[in-house]
């Protein structure tokens, strides 16, 4: 674990969140209703922008991301339980969730199977299943770019990687896919899905 990344985090996202994602993480997190379940949640950038949910459950394995996250936990307009638990290894019984948010964290997660089984298992039937992720582009010049910078992009960037195709793993492990939104031409997905499974 790379102990400066919680603290630069929300200074190197800025830019990105002031021109693009705060607009996208609002429209993603209005549909968040019911028992919520946040996938590490980092810095809790999303914490002020639950409106609907009743109460939140975040999971977050680093300390140093939990300890930057209180000010927005204590600030936000809906209840906020911060676990510190790994998306492999809920320690919540199944059918626990209305809602589940995974928002820029599946290139980081080390086993994303393993992790969205869980999340089948802890959703109740029907739940929503709301992703926020970057992935492999789909364009060979720009994939292979990708694949070139991933291994330094990894150390730089706490474990994150640059060329997974979420999208596929997100089909391949059951979970139904609703809707997928496009944004910076297929860099990043917005992708609201369905646990059909239960
Ligand atoms: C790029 S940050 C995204 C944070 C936040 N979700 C956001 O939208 O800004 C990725 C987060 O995933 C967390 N993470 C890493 N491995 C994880 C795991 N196995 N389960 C859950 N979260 C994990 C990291 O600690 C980090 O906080």
């Not at 990105?16 to 980092?42: D, H, W």
């Amino acid at each position: 674990m790379v102990n400066f990344f919680p603290s630069i985090y929300d200074l190197a996202m800025q830019p990105l969140e002031k021109s693009k994602f705060q607009k996208i993480r609002k429209g993603i997190l209005s549909k968040a209703t019911g028992r919520v379940l946040e996938i590490g949640a980092g810095t809790g950038v999303n914490f002020p922008l639950y409106k609907h949910a009743e109460h939140v459950d975040a999971i977050e394995p680093n300390e140093g991301m939990i300890e930057q996250s209180q000010p927005r936990k204590a600030a936000a307009a809906v209840p906020i339980q911060i676990h510190r638990q790994s998306a492999e290894n809920l320690d919540f019984p199944d059918n626990t969730f209305d809602t589940v948010v995974a928002t820029l964290v599946f290139c980081t997660i080390p086993n994303p199977e393993k992790a969205l089984r869980e999340i089948l298992r802890v959703s109740k039937p029907n739940a929503k299943i709301l992703f926020f992720e970057h992935v492999k582009i789909d364009q060979p010049a720009l994939a292979f770019a990708q694949e070139i910078l991933n291994p330094v992009w990894k150390r730089v960037c706490d474990g994150c990687h640059l060329n997974r195709d979420t999208l596929k793993t997100i089909h391949d492990c059951g979970l139904q896919v609703i809707k997928v939104t496009s944004h910076y031409k297929g860099l990043f997905l917005e992708i609201e899905s369905e646990n059909k499974i239960n």
